[in-house]
Nanobody
Framework: QVQMVESGGGSVQAGGSLRLSCAASGLTASSYCLGWFRQAPGKEREGVALLDRVGRTMYANSVKGRFTISKDNAKSTLYLEMNDLKPEDTAMYYC?????????????????WGQGTQVTVSS
C-alpha cells in the first residue's frame, strides 16, 4: 500500500522560507515521477515542481528560482525548499507520484497523493 505523508507547512511572512517534506512508502515501481502540486481556494490544482525518473527537475514559471525539489532515496523522502515566499504562494501543497507515465504537469496522471500541508504567506 502506497502512502505519502507531507509535513512542514505553516504560516510565514512574505520573503520567508519553508521546507516541505513528503515521506513516501510502498512505492514498488523501479522508477517514477514525483511532484509537488498546490491548490488555492477556488482555483484548480497546479503543478509546482517535478522530479522525473532520471533526476531532472522542472518548475512552474511562478516559482522558478525560488523553489527547489529534491529527494533523499535513503529516507524515501521528497522535499520542496521554498524561499522568498510570496502571498500568492498561499495554498494547500500536495506531493504526488506517477508510476505509469513519464512525467507531466497533469494531475490525473499521478496515481498517488498525500493529504496535503497548508502554506500561508502573509504580506
Amino acid at each position: 500500500q502506497v502512502q505519502m505523508v507531507e509535513s512542514g507547512g505553516g504560516s510565514v511572512q512574505a520573503g520567508g522560507s519553508l521546507r516541505l517534506s513528503c515521506a513516501a512508502s510502498g512505492l514498488t515501481a523501479s522508477s517514477y515521477c514525483l511532484g509537488w502540486f498546490r491548490q488555492a481556494p477556488g482555483k484548480e490544482r497546479e503543478g509546482v515542481a517535478l522530479l522525473d525518473r532520471v533526476g531532472r527537475t522542472m518548475y512552474a514559471n511562478s516559482v522558478k528560482g525560488r523553489f527547489t525539489i529534491s529527494k533523499d532515496n535513503a529516507k524515501s523522502t521528497l522535499y520542496l525548499e521554498m524561499n522568498d515566499l510570496k502571498p500568492e504562494d498561499t495554498a494547500m501543497y500536495y506531493c504526488a507520484a506517477d508510476t505509469l507515465h513519464w512525467c507531466s504537469w497533469s494531475p490525473p496522471n499521478f496515481g498517488y497523493w498525500g493529504q496535503g500541508t497548508q502554506v500561508t504567506v502573509s504580506s
